[in-house]
């Protein structure tokens, strides 16, 4: 309940905090409707593929500046620190810049960082535009989610969040189609700069045609929470990316990132819940959907970003593809998400099915895609041996993202959607780098395992063995040694990539029936209110 205050005139809540101004309806139909939404998906996409490309060119990379890998891995690992600290924050700049301003600067700040990157003559500046492009582009997944919510009317959110579905999902998939084929053919600064032209039409719409749902507000920074929450997330995505290079806690700056991240994300959390303006609104997880849908959303991140890590370095390592084929090879799956999609959207948005059986079974299909893949893992699997795994996975995305978005969103009053959308963007985010952690630890310490056991297998006293030394030459004969050693380092590797796959089959398959924890929506869903 609120009450004019006498003193300034303006409503206060009968706490006595301010209360907040009715939200503007910020709707849009027609030509308005259709260009916003083209900015928004451009700027999505630029968002999601650009991780994906750069990743693809990070061997040119290295090499042109003479780099070791470690070194060239901070070209990825700032980005991602800077995007993971800047997601949950926000809801908090939208209120406090207006939506549309902080928007177009987010994606201006990626442009300008696009072309500095592509323009930089070291490997420190580099990492340095990196860093800038990825506070530009944590402003960006999540505040496109909110609009998109937003900006179509009740009837028509399973349409939009299946055009939100095709940048974050299709775009990781696209990625290193793109990234591929830029490196093969032209420079690794092309990856950054093919994002300009597109970057500046995105900022021109949006500034003339996006509208703020409610005026700037002033409101204090909570530096002491700001810098917790940077220390705590920080911390965290340097152990989740370095972890394996520096082989986890036997490196001292891991242990210590590690107990940095614990204490600083506890006592953030301890210090938002005492503060009556937190920089970050925790209170969004009271509801059961949005805390559900953030631990499907990791989920969901470690079935997406998994395999797009894992997949093209097999096919690469083991199989001999180039970078172009192992993109193309990814088409199939992103083929089948835009195909499902929008039957996914439809059926979201006419109830004709419970969301919550829609994103089961998304999961189990993306679990069955998986182990098929990991069967198909061998060393003499070709090109087209992918295209069904690689299509039911496809099918699954489809049908995980649109029904989990509208259930999450849907489950908030209008004023806490951007709240719940970084969450749930965060947790995606999160999901990815525990994936690409976890996944990497598998592949090294499987290869390590597997080429051991094989390597012990290879006696006289197996017939196989046996007439393959006497075909080559005899024990006597160097290049025997060496053939076996290359065909059991090449069968460990195998084994090992085909380990990952059902890693992430029953990760998958285990976390399905937390659907079951989303509230379901109404049959007819009332307008969402303000508050």
């Given at each position: 309940?609120?009450?004019?205050?006498?003193?300034?005139?303006?409503?206060?809540?009968?706490?006595?905090?301010?209360?907040?101004?009715?939200?503007?309806?910020?709707?849009?139909?027609?030509?308005?409707?259709?260009?916003?939404?083209?900015?928004?998906?451009?700027?999505?996409?630029?968002?999601?593929?650009?991780?994906?490309?750069?990743?693809?060119?990070?061997?040119?990379?290295?090499?042109?500046?003479?780099?070791?890998?470690?070194?060239?891995?901070?070209?990825?690992?700032?980005?991602?620190?800077?995007?993971?600290?800047?997601?949950?924050?926000?809801?908090?700049?939208?209120?406090?810049?207006?939506?549309?301003?902080?928007?177009?600067?987010?994606?201006?700040?990626?442009?300008?960082?696009?072309?500095?990157?592509?323009?930089?003559?070291?490997?420190?500046?580099?990492?340095?535009?990196?860093?800038?492009?990825?506070?530009?582009?944590?402003?960006?997944?999540?505040?496109?989610?909110?609009?998109?919510?937003?900006?179509?009317?009740?009837?028509?959110?399973?349409?939009?969040?299946?055009?939100?579905?095709?940048?974050?999902?299709?775009?990781?998939?696209?990625?290193?189609?793109?990234?591929?084929?830029?490196?093969?053919?032209?420079?690794?600064?092309?990856?950054?700069?093919?994002?300009?032209?597109?970057?500046?039409?995105?900022?021109?719409?949006?500034?003339?045609?996006?509208?703020?749902?409610?005026?700037?507000?002033?409101?204090?920074?909570?530096?002491?929470?700001?810098?917790?929450?940077?220390?705590?997330?920080g911390s965290l995505q340097y152990v989740l990316d370095q972890g394996q290079q520096k082989d986890w806690f036997d490196d001292s700056s891991i242990l210590a990132c590690t107990l940095i991240a614990g204490l600083g994300l506890?006592?953030?959390?301890?210090?938002?819940?005492?503060?009556?303006?937190?920089?970050?609104?925790?209170?969004?997880?009271?509801?059961?959907?949005?805390?559900?849908?953030?631990?499907?959303?990791?989920?969901?991140?470690?079935?997406?970003?998994?395999?797009?890590?894992?997949?093209?370095?097999?096919?690469?390592?083991?199989?001999?593809?180039?970078?172009?084929?192992?993109?193309?090879?990814?088409?199939?799956?992103?083929?089948?998400?835009?195909?499902?999609?929008?039957?996914?959207?439809?059926?979201?948005?006419?109830?004709?099915?419970?969301?919550?059986?829609?994103?089961?079974?998304?999961?189990?299909?993306?679990?069955?895609?998986?182990?098929?893949?990991?069967?198909?893992t061998t060393t003499g699997s070709d090109f087209w041996t992918f295209m069904w795994p690689l299509a039911l996975s496809g099918v699954g995305l489809?049908?995980?993202?649109?029904?989990?978005?509208?259930?999450?969103?849907?489950?908030?009053?209008?004023?806490?959607?951007?709240?719940?959308?970084?969450?749930?963007?965060?947790?995606?985010?999160?999901?990815?780098?525990?994936?690409?952690?976890?996944?990497?630890?598998?592949?090294?310490?499987?290869?390590?395992?597997?080429?051991?056991?094989?390597?012990?297998?290879?006696?006289?006293?197996?017939?196989?063995?046996?007439?393959?030394?006497?075909?080559?030459?005899?024990?006597?004969?160097?290049?025997?040694?060496?053939?076996?050693?290359?065909?059991?380092?090449?069968?460990?590797?195998?084994?090992?990539?085909?380990?990952?796959?059902?890693?992430?089959?029953?990760?998958?398959?285990?976390?399905?029936?937390?659907?079951?924890?989303?509230?379901?929506?109404?049959?007819?869903?009332?307008?969402?209110?303000?508050?």
């Amino acid at each position: 309940m609120a009450v004019a205050n006498p003193a300034i005139g303006r409503p206060i809540a009968s706490n006595g905090a301010p209360a907040h101004a009715p939200l503007r309806n910020v709707v849009e139909y027609g030509t308005r409707r259709t260009l916003i939404t083209i900015a928004i998906v451009t700027a999505t996409l630029l968002e999601i593929i650009d991780v994906t490309i750069v990743n693809v060119a990070l061997p040119n990379i290295q090499g042109n500046f003479g780099a070791t890998v470690d070194q060239a891995a901070w070209i990825g690992t700032g980005y991602i620190i800077a995007n993971v600290v800047i997601i949950p924050l926000t809801p908090w700049l939208q209120r406090r810049f207006g939506r549309r301003q902080y928007y177009a600067a987010s994606i201006g700040i990626f442009t300008l960082a696009s072309i500095m990157c592509g323009t930089s003559g070291s490997l420190e500046e580099l990492v340095f535009w990196r860093i800038i492009q990825g506070i530009g582009g944590g402003g960006l997944v999540s505040t496109s989610q909110a609009i998109l919510r937003e900006t179509y009317p009740q009837s028509k959110q399973g349409a939009a969040a299946g055009l939100f579905t095709m940048g974050v999902i299709v775009g990781p998939t696209v990625g290193p189609t793109i990234g591929g084929f830029i490196t093969d053919q032209w420079s690794w600064r092309w990856a950054f700069f093919v994002n300009v032209p597109l970057g500046i039409l995105a900022v021109i719409i949006v500034l003339l045609m996006l509208r703020n749902p409610e005026k700037p507000t002033r409101m204090p920074l909570d530096a002491i929470g700001l810098g917790l929450l940077a220390i705590g997330i920080g911390s965290l995505q340097y152990v989740l990316d370095q972890g394996q290079q520096k082989d986890w806690f036997d490196d001292s700056s891991i242990l210590a990132c590690t107990l940095i991240a614990g204490l600083g994300l506890i006592a953030f959390v301890v210090w938002n819940l005492r503060q009556a303006r937190p920089i970050v609104d925790l209170s969004v997880l009271r509801y059961r959907s949005v805390a559900a849908g953030s631990i499907l959303g990791m989920v969901l991140g470690i079935s997406l970003y998994g395999s797009v890590l894992i997949l093209p370095q097999y096919v690469q390592g083991s199989l001999g593809f180039t970078a172009t084929m192992s993109g193309e090879m990814l088409v199939f799956r992103a083929a089948a998400i835009m195909l499902f999609t929008p039957f996914a959207a439809i059926m979201s948005a006419r109830r004709l099915l419970d969301p919550r059986w829609q994103v089961a079974a998304g999961f189990i299909l993306i679990g069955l895609s998986n182990w098929w893949l990991a069967s198909a893992t061998t060393t003499g699997s070709d090109f087209w041996t992918f295209m069904w795994p690689l299509a039911l996975s496809g099918v699954g995305l489809a049908q995980i993202f649109v029904p989990l978005t509208v259930t999450v969103l849907g489950s908030v009053p209008m004023r806490q959607i951007p709240g719940a959308a970084a969450f749930f963007n965060l947790a995606r985010q999160m999901g990815g780098s525990i994936a690409i952690a976890v996944l990497v630890t598998i592949l090294a310490r499987e290869n390590a395992i597997h080429h051991t056991e094989l390597a012990s297998q290879m006696t006289l006293s197996r017939a196989p063995v046996a007439e393959f030394i006497q075909r080559n030459g005899g024990m006597e004969t160097q290049a025997v040694a060496i053939k076996l050693n290359s065909i059991v380092t090449a069968q460990a590797a195998v084994l090992a990539y085909a380990d990952t796959a059902r890693f992430v089959a029953i990760i998958s398959l285990l976390f399905a029936p937390i659907a079951f924890i989303l509230k379901r929506p109404p049959k007819n869903p009332p307008p969402m209110p303000a508050e």
